[in-house]
């Protein structure tokens, strides 16, 4: 049986990816638990969606965020770090490389990096004419959108799409991407070496990420 691996969740806007993670977990029985949910401000839309939602929210002190931030996850003990829509740059303390995951909504490396989110990636992906999109999980390091790619999800890019419809497409993406990597995280199936990404067979048992996760 696997342990349900322990998730602290930030978020910068409305919470949708939030929501989906939970419900993967409550509907599609993931193996994880949201302990709980960090957002950057209180007025976010995604603050009371989570609540809502049974979710713990929490907010850091705008007067020294940062250390506020990083006294919130490690009281939360957590096994994994999902940013989900998370715009500000994380700022990784040692002991959480390996454990941050942040999923984007492009084939990064393409259209990524500061201002890279929302209908700015769905822009930049229409604009420069490119046939497919997707999204990306992947590590997070010291850059935006940067990191060890854990998987990728690609979707068409239709010739009469527009930000809106391109955007909905790719969430549908997001909506699997995100559990599946949680999902073998949970499963100790999840090796980074020297930078790379191994995804292990199911035979190598299951394990908690901190121990499988290597650099």
């Given amino acids: 049986m696997t342990t349900p691996i322990r998730i602290v969740a930030l978020i910068s806007g409305g919470g949708r990816t939030v929501l989906n993670l939970q419900q993967a977990i409550e509907v599609d029985g993931l193996p994880a638990k949201i302990i709980t949910v960090i957002a950057t401000r209180e007025t976010l839309p995604g603050v009371q969606r989570a609540r809502d939602a049974g979710l713990s929210v929490q907010v850091p002190d705008t007067d020294d965020y940062d250390a506020s931030l990083e006294r919130l996850v490690e009281g939360a003990a957590p096994d994994v770090i999902c940013l989900c829509g998370y715009l500000r740059l994380l700022r990784l303390r040692p002991e959480w490389r390996g454990r941050v995951l942040n999923i984007h909504p492009a084939l990064l490396p393409r259209h990524g990096g500061q201002g890279m989110f929302g209908q700015h990636v769905h822009h930049a992906v229409l604009d420069a004419g490119d046939r497919f999109s997707g999204c990306t999980v992947h590590f997070v390091d010291e850059q935006y959108d940067h990191g060890p790619v854990l998987l990728q999800r690609a979707c068409p890019v239709h010739e009469d799409d527009t930000v809106d419809t391109l955007a909905a497409r790719v969430f549908q993406e997001e909506c699997q991407a995100l559990p599946r990597a ?34």
């Avoid at 949970?186 to 290597?214: F, N, Y």
């Fill in 182 to 215: 949680v999902s073998l995280l949970a499963e100790g199936r999840v090796r980074l070496d020297a930078g790379r990404v191994e995804i292990l067979p199911t035979s190598a048992g299951a394990m908690m990420p901190h121990q499988r996760v290597q650099e």
